[in-house]
């Protein structure tokens, strides 16, 4: 079963996103800020991270700068799940190595599908 971890401040979000994965077959662990989620990717090493931009101590581009220096942890991918909607924005995260980048509020099942191409992609099952 793969392990995505969800990094968002914003607890509600988290928890109707780990419940809705969850739903769907995958394992959901959570973070509520860059530097805990960098932990846990030390620590779980998950297939996949869904990571919001705005959050206290860490945020998701930081975040990505710091995984992409980690020979072991740079080939995770990212899906930023940003309410952060301006084309800058978006461009800066794809630039900055996300996998993908969808806008909140949005319908979990674009998450969904983004997860399942990634995955397809890297033949993860």
């Known amino acids: 079963m793969p392990t995505i971890l969800v990094i ?6 988290q928890e109707n996103t780990v419940e809705f994965l969850e739903m769907e077959g995958f394992y959901a662990i959570t973070a509520n800020n ?9 620590k779980y090493k998950p297939d996949l991270i869904v ?11 930081e975040l990505l700068t710091k995984l992409g220096s980690h020979t072991e ?7 930023i799940f940003s309410a952060k ?9 794809m630039d900055f190595g996300a996998y993908d980048y969808i806008v909140k ?6 998450l969904l599908a983004s997860i ?5 992609q890297n033949q993860i099952s």
Not at 85 to 93: L, V
Not at 105 to 110: K, T
Not at 116 to 120: P, S
């Open 8 to 13: 968002d401040d914003n607890r509600t979000i």
């Open 34 to 42: 860059g530097k805990d989620g960098f932990d846990k990717i030390c």
């Open 51 to 61: 990571c919001d931009l705005l959050m206290p101590e860490m945020g998701g581009l």
């Open 73 to 79: 942890l740079k080939h995770i991918p990212v899906i």
């Open 85 to 93: 909607s301006e084309k800058m924005d978006i461009s800066k995260g």
């Open 105 to 110: 509020p949005s319908d979990l099942e674009d």
């Open 116 to 120: 399942k191409k990634c995955f397809q």
